[in-house]
């Protein structure tokens, strides 16, 4: 998507060097800008996902929770109350750990999305600023004078 025009920039003429683009230069960071925007907003919308998962998570350890208070009340044994409340907690824990782990890999892939993205961009603005650097052949000058 390319939300930035290509502009020139008033008086810049006067600085012209013969056989240096400019504006492709300026083309290049454009295209820099617009990979950096599209890796914040890859970054935003994951860390929102990431804030709408821990919401949930957070609504189901109270869910569980009060699960936890009205099923580990003492109904007998001490013996039968110690291994109920310790498969209760187990099972809390076990939940909690699975949880963090999603949230984790939640965060790695948008990271690794976000990462992606610039790296292409740095990959791709190398090439094109050699590109620009390179002196152009007699032949193509000649034929764009022409």
């Known amino acids: 998507m390319n939300t930035f025009a290509p502009f020139k920039v008033p008086g810049f003429e006067q600085f012209k060097v013969p056989g240096f ?3 492709a230069v300026f083309d290049i960071q ?3 800008i617009e990979a950096l925007t599209a890796a914040g907003q890859t970054f935003a919308q994951g860390m929102q ?6 919401g949930e998570i957070a609504r189901q350890s109270m869910e569980q929770f009060q699960g936890l208070l009205s099923n580990a009340a003492p109904t007998g044994q001490v013996e039968d109350t110690i291994i109920k409340q310790a498969d209760l907690v187990k099972a809390a824990y076990e939940k ?3 949880n ?3 949230l984790q890999d939640i965060v790695s892939k948008v990271t ?3 990462s992606d993205i610039l790296s292409r961009r740095v990959v791709a603005s190398l090439d094109e600023i050699k590109a620009v650097a390179q ?4 032949s193509e000058r000649t034929v764009k004078a022409a």
């Open 30 to 32: 454009r295209r820099n």
């Open 112 to 114: 690794n999305e976000a």
């Open 100 to 102: 963090a782990r999603e």
């Open 49 to 54: 996902t990431v804030a709408q998962r821990q």
């Open 135 to 138: 002196p152009k052949k007699v």
């Open 21 to 23: 683009d400019f504006n």
């Open 96 to 98: 909690n750990v699975s």
